[in-house]
């Protein structure tokens, strides 16, 4: 990292998280994509270091840091594994609905426990009829005297199969619009009436463990298990996405780098026609290009945490980042694969691995085509209000 862009502080953690990764995580990291095992261990000791809930308040068992440092923490996992990012960023995703939305009960209840890894919790909002218009969900939840009663399916929930706590977003009120009848709720494992079904066998991301389908069959939960106000469900929605992007285009952006690292390497050892592939154009310049493309994606990343830490709108600016990211990452992974040739698709090297990882980025927490709405939205939004000022 480089000292224009962060602090002496900011390096030496990404520094330290980066050592802890490189000693610890790949037999992990081998066992969740060979053999589709959750990282139970490796996550708590990720926990006892502080290195899952960065930014929350040390009080309740965080990091008591910035948006910032948990997007490095997020780059640096995910230099080794962008499953393993995943698998640490759905906590915090979790956790901050309960840090910033929920009661005092509800945080010294869960935050400690999800910090530590010895809660572990799955998001519950997409459906089987859609994802990325959350407003027109049909779960729904009713009051009835002192409990909640919810009643939907949900699907890709990642670490919905070894959850002990969802984060599930409901209808509680269909005589309004959708936006203005959501909530979210706290359910525990072992409530009655939750039916898991089979996982789902994804190219890539293998280990997170994900729900094909979650059923919440009236499902009765404590009226206390409900997180905020009641119906503001999705303005709470909407504010964890725009963290959870940037920690997407932070994940992504540490598979990338380590695609850049293993190509680069690979093209100064590789040789043909008596000299080093690099010294090729049509290979040094593809390594160039993945250079330059990942460099843009950092800084936008890196503005879009900085404006979060400083109180300001992040909608476009984090939408602009995972997208971006997602893009120019997956074009990164390809090219260097590319670069490797037939070595680089087998499983001796760990590129076919980033490749099928990264492309999940493309679809996770909203689409790139989606990523382009909410900018284009954000954008003639502002450009509105620059001609009414004038």
């Avoid at 006892?48 to 040390?58: H, K, L």
Wanted: charged letters at 25%; glycine letters at 8%; a neutral charge.
């Amino acid at each position: 990292m480089e000292s224009i862009f962060f602090s002496e502080k900011e390096q030496a953690y990404a520094s330290e998280v980066r050592e802890f990764m490189r000693l610890e995580a790949r037999p992990h990291v081998l066992a969740m994509d060979r053999e589709n095992k959750y990282p139970f261990e490796l996550l708590r000791k990720m926990g006892q270091r502080g290195y899952i809930g960065v930014r929350f308040p040390s009080g309740y068992g965080g990091g008591g840091l910035n948006m910032m440092h948990e997007a490095i923490a997020n780059e640096e996992t995910a230099a080794q594994s962008y499953a393993l990012a995943c698998a640490r960023s759905v906590p915090h995703h979790c956790a901050f609905i309960i840090a910033n939305y929920g009661s005092e009960e509800q945080k010294k209840k869960w935050l400690p426990g999800i910090f530590k890894a010895d809660i572990i919790t799955a998001e519950c909002i997409t459906e089987p009829t859609g994802g990325s218009d959350a407003a027109r969900m049909k779960s729904v939840a009713d009051r009835k005297r002192d409990c909640w009663v919810i009643k939907g399916e949900k699907r890709f929930q990642a670490s919905g199969a070894v959850a002990d706590l969802f984060i599930v977003f409901a209808m509680t009120n269909r005589d309004v619009h959708p936006t203005k009848g959501m909530s979210v709720f706290a359910v525990e494992k072992g409530t009655p009436n939750i039916v898991a079904m089979e996982e789902f066998d994804t190219l890539g991301w293998r280990g997170l463990r994900i729900v094909s389908e979650l059923i919440f069959d009236n499902t009765a939960i404590p009226a206390e298990n409900l997180i905020g106000e009641e119906n503001q469900g999705f303005p709470i929605l909407m504010d964890m996405l725009n963290s959870e992007r940037i920690l997407v285009a932070s994940g992504l952006l540490g598979t990338a780098r380590t695609c850049l690292e293993m190509a680069t390497a690979y093209t100064m050892e590789r040789e043909a026609f008596h000299r080093p592939i690099y010294k090729f154009e049509g290979v040094s310049f593809k390594v160039a290009e993945m250079a330059t493309r990942l460099e843009a994606a950092g800084l936008m990343r890196t503005k879009a945490a900085r404006m979060l830490d400083m109180g300001l709108d992040v909608t476009k600016i984090a939408a602009m980042a995972k997208g971006f990211a997602a893009e120019n990452s997956y074009w990164i992974a390809n090219e260097a694969l590319q670069v490797m040739g037939g070595i680089g698709y087998t499983t001796k090297h760990d590129m076919e691995r980033h490749f099928r990882d990264i492309r999940g980025g493309m679809v996770a927490v909203g689409t790139n085509e989606i990523m382009r709405l909410v900018v284009q939205r954000e954008h003639y939004k502002e450009f509105a209000q620059t001609i009414q000022s004038k």
